[in-house]
């Protein structure tokens, strides 16, 4: 069976979507919320809206992307949270996300870039959120607090229940491995 090429393209931004999805949902709700599905539910709705998608210019499609996410993360966490809807932390989830994902284009190797350059920059962080999200479980999860949730050693080493050199180990092997998978993403 031939691979329909639009769904092909979008599929390309799976690992993007999941990374952003997987560092914004509130800890307490890991298990609870099918990510896959909530990704699964986004590319979807983005290709059948592939219209609207061409006619966006190549910067913005990475953020509409983004707002469809947004929407269907809130759906989710609201069917577990029914009768305790909070418009506050709605509008704080699709601030989250959208400041995970310009820290993800900051984390990713390179220049700061020019307007004109904006595409290069957003290829580098699909291919970042890619990387981490190859990474053993225990790595990909000390990394995210370490860098995007600002958690300490010891504080990381707390939440995994592990040994704050346990931890540091984590983090080695998964920036050696991040280098080792990204190396020439510049070149």
Known sequence: ?????????????????????????????NGKVDLSGVVQQT??????EQVQWKALPAGKQLAYLRCILTHNLQDEIRKLTSGKRDVRRERSLEQAIENSSRWLMDWAPGKDTPPAAQL???????????????????????????????????????????????????????????REELHGIDE
């Open 43 to 48: 590319l979807l709705e983005a290709h059948q």
């Open 120 to 178: 290069d920059k957003a290829e580098r962080a699909l291919r970042l959120a890619a990387a981490l999200d190859r990474l053993p479980e225990a790595q990909r999860a000390a990394l995210v607090l370490q860098h995007w949730q600002g958690w300490s050693l010891a504080e990381i080493a707390t939440h995994m229940e592990r040994t704050p050199a346990a931890v540091g180990g984590l983090l080695k092997r998964g920036l050696r491995q991040m």
């Open 1 to 29: 069976m031939p691979v329909d090429a639009p769904a092909a393209s979008f599929d390309r931004y799976r690992h993007y979507l999941a990374f952003l999805a997987r560092v914004n949902l509130d800890p307490r709700l």
